[in-house]
């Protein structure tokens, strides 16, 4: 199984801060078809979970542009320019590149 | 817009089963992966489930294997997840997602699996 980690496992942030988060992956997530499969999840308290960035860096629909993924291979991040009020919670990388697929183990994001 | 409603949670004994469903409405239910995922109390997500649009692919998490079954009726537009076996550590709450990479989560299920 591909094992994703997480670092830092807590950030605290003031608003208006940047925050970042990497996630690496015990092997690489590019996919036979050219594709790397990494996606960053958000979880706000008591929310389920919201899907932010697919394939390293596309936002999905609704996702304020304030976040941003990169990296490639076994390497990734997330980065958040400047951190609101409602940022506060979970965020968990996915890889969905080889089944079964895994999660990091989510870093908190707290003001 | 897109929803997904899961149901069929609740308090089970050791060695239980339950069957989990999760209606998806605004998207075209029958051309989407589906996929389960889990979170026990205080701790991070995991991936459970996936299948595919007709339901000939069912993937799973090795501690599931053998005991949960993923299927779907694409005439009702539902997933399923049946859970047997049940044990303890299968304590959470389960969200059904759509897509292979969760572009849409359902509000999620409680499963509570104690004597």
């Known amino acids: 199984d591909i094992v994703m980690t997480q670092t830092p496992l807590s950030s605290p942030v003031a608003l208006g801060q940047p925050a970042s988060i990497s996630c690496r992956s015990s092997?690489?997530?590019?996919?036979?078809?050219?594709?790397?499969?990494l996606s960053w999840i958000q979880q706000r308290p008591g929310q389920p979970p919201r899907l932010l960035i697919y394939?390293?860096?596309k936002r999905f629909s609704g996702v304020p542009d304030r976040f941003s993924g990169s990296g490639a291979g076994t390497d990734f991040t997330l980065k958040i320019s400047r951190v609101e009020a409602e940022d506060v919670g979970f965020y968990y990388c996915?890889?969905?590149?080889?089944?079964?697929?895994?999660f990091g183990q989510g870093t908190k994001v707290e003001i | 817009e897109v929803q997904l409603v899961e149901s069929g949670g609740g308090l089970v004994q050791p060695g239980g089963s339950l069957r989990l469903s999760c209606a998806a409405s605004?998207?075209?239910?029958?051309?989407?992966?589906m996929t389960w995922v889990r979170q026990a109390p205080g701790k991070g997500l995991e991936w459970v489930a996936n299948?595919?649009?007709?339901?000939?692919?069912?993937y799973y998490v090795d501690v599931v294997k053998g005991r949960f079954t993923i299927s779907r009726d694409n005439a009702e537009r539902s997933l399923f997840l049946q859970m047997s076996r049940l044990g303890v550590d299968d304590t959470g709450i389960y969200y059904c997602?759509?897509?292979?990479?969760?572009?849409?989560w359902g509000q999620g299920i409680v499963v509570t699996v104690s004597s």
């Open positions: 394939q390293i860096s």
């Open positions: 996915l890889q969905a590149t080889q089944f079964p697929y895994t």
């Open positions: 997602a759509r897509g292979m990479t969760t572009e849409s």
């Open positions: 299948i595919n649009e007709d339901g000939s692919e069912k």
């Open positions: 605004g998207f075209t239910f029958r051309n989407s992966w």
């Open positions: 092997q690489s997530l590019e996919y036979s078809d050219g594709n790397t499969y």
